[in-house]
């Protein structure tokens, strides 16, 4: 079927098409297919379109689609031919250029990458992320406040508010069992305070805490209980650091693993990219003229 199953009648589409060109308008190519348009010297064929046709569009979904690809692709096509024409032979060279330079970034980037790929180690062991840490300390500094703490939300009313409260509190191994016990009967509840928050991860977790109120709230070792309509917030916060405070490890941990895996991915494209010039010049591939002295 005609650029695959939508397009239920070819007529249907041409009548569409023939809004840019009539629709007895018959164009034969130099590899004896059928063009779908053409625009000076250039022509655009069914195989170029029917990739672009999706299960998704009806077929006067379909139609419609194909007479706006066709019309954009011969008002470009239209507009090339006349900016060669009317443009100086020094600008055109000049796009030439820019363009050949483009097509050459863009392949040997894509082949680089591909043999990056293949051989780059991307294992970063614990021993090397701590040294690298150790060493570049200094340059993760946050901007944004952290903290660990547990917390959980309540509906109101709830029957054990006040043994919630002294379990948050205590938080020894029988509190934590208990609140585990009784989990299901909360809205939320996060009882890992070995993990860093950001304030404002948890303003978006604890609506009632704002930017106004955090400082009075979100301070190491305070304990808070606050409430809206619907519901209560309770939690102990553990500890605190501030903006421009280092960034424990365990929380920077993945933007370092990134840092170093990009770092070793520039020094192989560099190994890569000498290793590629030694084997023209070993193999008579890559030689240079003249007295370069």
Known sequence: ???GENIKAYG???????????????FESEEDRPPLARAGDRFLYHEDVAPLITDRMSPSDSAVFVTNYINNWARKQLLLTKSKINLPEEQLAEFDRLVEDYKADLYTKAYLEALVQQSLDTVISDKQLRAFYNEQKENFKLDEKLLQLRFVVLPKPFLHQEEVVEKIKTFNTEDKQFLDSIAVQFKKLHLNDSIWVSAEQLMREIPVLNYGNQDVHLRAAKFFELQDSLQVYMGKVVKVLEVDDIAPLEYIAPRIKRIMVNRRLMERKGVLENDVLKEAIRKKEFEIYGNNQ
């Open 12 to 26: 249907v589409m041409l009548c569409a098409v023939g809004l840019f060109w009539s629709c007895d308008f018959v």
């Open 1 to 3: 079927m005609f650029l």
